[in-house]
């Protein structure tokens, strides 16, 4: 692996102008209520639940309906209120997965709590209460795999910093941004929560300069709510703008870029002493610590070449069709759908025409992304070393992809290949347009397999 010395992390892209998230930026979001949802058993990938519930049970909005089965999973929640009327195996980005599909029998008028419009005292509320509610209300990582909450902060780990990352860094996604500048208040109070939840000394929320509304909303809220007095002297709050540079929200470029440290190979951000949670995941611990709500809804930006982009409030098991066909369906013939945003989302359609289902969304998706379709045959490498250049966490892509395609595994190991977070930054600037992301990561995956499987045989 090579290694920057210089301040932040090294390598990484300027992959926009900025036209892409203006597409949606100064739109409000708006809620929708879809007649049926489908909720997957599976939020994460490995993150199964057992069902709860059967056909023709009545469920409220926030029931408990699921059960953990795997390390990945978190409880499952009911996102409306009405009838179960089936659970089947659904498709969903190329894989079956058991649902359960609720008919919704009402529509209900959200509630603004205290929490949502000024500072809240925490004087009262423990650590454990804080850990309990993390737990049993269903929260994951928002902004990226899905990891269960809890487990970041049931740890015996000290930890000294908190870093809430709103970076937003993938193009044309604007969720976290329309979260930060319309529910600054009960982002903050999350954030608080979490602070306490991790034993730090310090909570940085974490926002790339073009973010200039949210940044100042946020500094503002928190002037106020130290004027409120509410505020524990314990509780250390920054926010922290950082240079707009994909992937600035990683986990590990954000703790270089914030706090100079790096994650060790095979490591996680708490061996560093760090928890990094998505903003959308401060605003959940909120929710339902001070509000009494599991995690039911999410923000989910649908842009690109869609007639009206923007950004809705959906519950969890809405059909992503459905919210294309919102936005005026797709305005390309020629498209590619992908579920999220260009640099880290699947492709999971191509030339749709809108008949068929796209996926259902979970806890973590941020959004629905309708591009052109682009066709590229890949060329020979010549060499130039872009990729390496351009590798968040020091690698060598294109040595590896001539590993992983000679089959020499034991190479990919020895080239770090486990260490690939797949941002997409390689594939972007190759001008070969070799799958470099695609084979670097299936190489990733590939060997650390092998070593789980070496540490297996020396038990």
């Excluded at 949502?116 to 804080?130: A, H, M, Q």
């Excluded at 498209?335 to 492709?347: D, E, K, Q, S, V």
Aim: negative net charge; glycine residues 10%.
């Amino acid at each position: 692996m090579h290694l920057d010395a210089t301040k932040g992390f090294s390598g990484g892209i300027h992959p926009t102008d900025g036209y892409d998230k203006s597409l949606t930026m100064d739109i409000p979001v708006r809620e929708y209520w879809p007649e049926t949802v489908t909720i997957l058993a599976e939020q994460s990938f490995r993150g199964l639940c057992s069902l709860a519930v059967r056909p023709g049970d009545h469920v409220r909005q926030g029931q408990r309906i699921g059960e953990p089965e795997a390390f990945m999973a978190a409880p499952l929640h009911a996102s409306v209120t009405g009838e179960v009327i089936k659970t089947e195996m659904v498709k969903n980005q190329g894989r079956e997965i058991l649902a359960c599909v609720i008919r919704r029998q009402e529509e209900p008028e959200r509630q603004i709590g205290d929490y949502e419009k000024k500072g809240i005292s925490l004087s009262e509320i423990d650590r454990e209460e804080i850990l309990e509610g993390i737990r049993e209300g269903g929260l994951t990582g928002m902004g990226g795999a899905g990891f269960p909450t809890f487990r970041k902060y049931e740890t015996d780990k000290q930890m000294d910093a908190l870093l809430i990352n709103g970076a937003e860094c993938e193009p044309f996604l604007t969720c976290d941004y329309r979260l930060m500048t319309e529910q600054g208040y009960g982002l903050w109070n999350g954030v608080r929560l979490l602070l306490k939840a991790s034993g730090a000394k310090k909570a940085y929320v974490c926002i790339e300069d073009n973010k200039s509304k949210a940044i100042e909303s946020l500094r503002q809220i928190l002037s106020e709510i130290r004027e409120q007095g509410v505020l524990d002297p314990e509780e250390d709050l920054e926010v922290r703008v950082l240079p707009a540079r994909y992937p600035q929200g990683g986990e590990r470029q954000l703790i270089q870029s914030v706090l100079g440290r790096e994650v060790p190979m095979g490591g996680l951000p708490g061996d560093v002493g760090v928890i990094v949670s998505n903003v959308g995941t401060a605003k959940a611990a909120a929710d339902m610590i001070l509000g009494k709500s599991p995690l039911t809804s999410r923000i989910v930006t649908v842009t690109g070449c869609v007639k009206n982009p923007g950004n809705f409030l959906v519950p969890v098991g809405t059909s992503a069709r459905e919210l294309v066909k919102l936005c005026g369906g797709v305005t390309a013939q020629k498209n590619r759908i992908i579920a999220g945003g260009p640099m880290t989302g699947p492709c999971v359609a191509s030339d749709w025409k809108g008949e068929e289902e796209l996926f259902y969304i979970t806890k973590n998706t941020s959004g629905i992304l309708v591009l052109p379709e682009s066709q590229y045959e890949e060329q020979p490498c010549i060499r130039c070393e872009a990729c390496k250049n351009a590798c968040p966490a020091g690698l060598t892509p294109y040595q590896i992809d001539f590993a992983y395609l000679n089959e020499d595994y034991d190479l990919c190991q020895k080239l770090y290949a486990s260490e690939c977070i797949a941002c997409g930054c390689c594939s972007y600037v190759c001008p070969a347009k070799r799958e470099l992301t695609l084979r670097t990561r299936m190489a990733r995956d590939l060997v650390k397999q092998r070593m789980r499987e070496k540490a297996v045989k020396k038990s």
